[in-house]
Every structure is written in structure tokens, then in C-alpha cells.
């Protein structure tokens, strides 16, 4: 069976070629926490990691891959399971995948060209935006937001004051339109309660929000051409 996996290079799934595989069991602590915070309860889990090594064979473009098996008994049948259904088919059916990595994890374009243009604090704030949320770092990617929110509201109307001030100030002064007002509002409130309440957003939820500030910035981006642009256009003259 053909082995496909995502190739950096590439930027998508190829055929592999399948170089080496290793398989390494590792024994983690968990830990369940009581209302005051404190730790609960320990107990130790047994994961089962495959390790392959790989070529792509469009490009040559090597890669490492590591997938976590939670195995539900310390048995060696189970490891055993996992081992020969990943060397047959590159992935254990039977097995519980609780996570997958790869290495590099390089991009060609890591960050949308659009960003290059920003004034640096957005351009920073953005930047670290994306590799928050690609590494799964979705709290703090989402406060990374509320921060770009923040930031575009002094910049509009001033530190006038907390958040629900600020946004309603750009609201009054038409910065804003009503539908955006909300749209902020939603991703300042998501924002918030990963800061102070440990609200962790979905991988989906977060992406939304992300692209409401996206197309908030994006658009200030296209100010000066919108400019050029008026100036271009030739004036009406009668109803044509
Ligand atoms: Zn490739």
C-alpha cells in the first residue's frame, strides 16, 4: 500500500517513501485537578509512538512523522496490534491516535504577503497570531486577537478606556458599521475568556475569528490605493 503523508515542500499530501520506522513506548503522568485548583488524583498512562522516517517521492523533501498511540492496557498484545497495522498501512486502525506530528513543519509562505505591508506592531501581533495558532496554541492566539482589536481601537479613537467603550465609540463614529461592531464584540468576549476564564476556542472558532480582524485590517491596508484610485477615475459628467 502506497504511503501518503503531507509534505512540507510540496505544501500537501504525497506518496512517501518510507525510510525508516521505529516504534518507542512512554510512560506519562496525568493528573486530574480538584475545584481549588490543587492536583487531585495522579496515574500513569502508557503511550505507544510510531516514529517513520520519509522521502517524498515528488520532491525528495525528507520528513519526520510521530504519532501518539494511548494504549488502554500496558499488554504488548495491544503494542503489538499497533506496530504491525502501522507497517502495513502507515497508520494503526485499532490503536487510539491521540496526536500526530511532523518535522519540519516549514511553510513556503508561513504568513499571508498582505501582513509584509502592516505597520510592525500589526505585523508582529499578526505574526505571532498564525504561529500561535499552528503550533495549537489556540488561547493564546485568541488573546493575540483581542491584543489587534485593542490596538486598532487606540489607534481610531484613542485609550478612552476597557473594551466595550472602545468598541462603542468606533460604532459612534462610523468606523465601524453596526454588523462589524458586533462581529468585534464576539471576538473581544472570546478574547477575554481566554484571558481570564481559561477558554480554550476550537480550531473552527478561532479561524472565524481570525478572519473578522483579518478583513478589519486588511481593508485599512487598501486606503491609500482607494485614493489613487478615486483620483483616476474620470468624473461623471452627465448620467453615464
Ligand atoms: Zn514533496
Not at 75 to 96: D, F, P, Q, R
Not at 170 to 181: G, N
Amino acid at each position: 500500500m502506497e504511503l501518503w503523508k503531507n509534505c512540507w515542500n510540496c505544501g500537501h499530501d504525497t506518496p512517501q517513501e518510507r525510510v525508516a520506522l521505529e516504534f518507542f513506548p512512554r510512560i506519562l503522568e496525568m493528573f486530574s485537578k480538584k475545584d481549588d485548583g490543587k492536583v487531585n488524583q495522579r496515574a500513569w498512562s502508557v503511550f505507544y509512538d510510531s516514529y517513520l522516517f520519509a522521502k517524498c517521492r515528488k520532491c525528495s523533501a525528507p520528513s519526520l512523522f510521530v504519532d501518539e498511540y494511548w494504549t488502554q492496557t500496558t499488554s504488548t498484545e495491544e503494542s503489538k496490534l499497533i506496530s504491525e497495522e502501522v507497517k502495513a498501512n502507515g497508520v494503526s486502525k485499532s490503536g487510539n491516535l491521540v496526536h500526530s506530528l511532523n518535522y519540519p513543519a516549514f511553510s513556503k509562505n508561513p504568513f499571508p504577503q498582505w501582513t509584509h505591508d502592516l505597520e510592525e506592531t500589526y505585523m508582529v501581533l499578526f505574526w505571532e497570531v498564525y504561529q500561535a495558532t499552528a503550533l495549537g496554541l489556540n488561547s493564546l492566539a485568541m488573546m493575540g486577537i483581542r491584543t489587534i482589536v485593542d490596538k486598532y481601537a487606540s489607534d481610531k479613537i484613542g485609550d478612552i478606556g476597557g473594551f466595550e467603550k472602545k468598541l462603542n465609540a468606533l460604532l459612534e463614529s462610523k468606523i465601524v458599521s453596526s454588523d462589524q461592531h458586533a462581529l468585534l464584540k464576539v471576538v473581544v468576549d472570546a478574547g477575554s475568556a481566554s484571558a481570564h476564564r481559561g477558554y480554550k476556542p476550537s480550531n473552527k472558532h478561532l479561524k472565524s475569528c481570525l478572519q473578522i480582524i483579518e478583513h478589519l485590517i486588511s481593508v485599512e491596508k487598501f486606503g491609500d490605493v482607494i485614493n489613487e484610485i478615486k483620483q483616476a477615475t474620470p468624473k461623471r459628467t452627465h448620467n453615464n
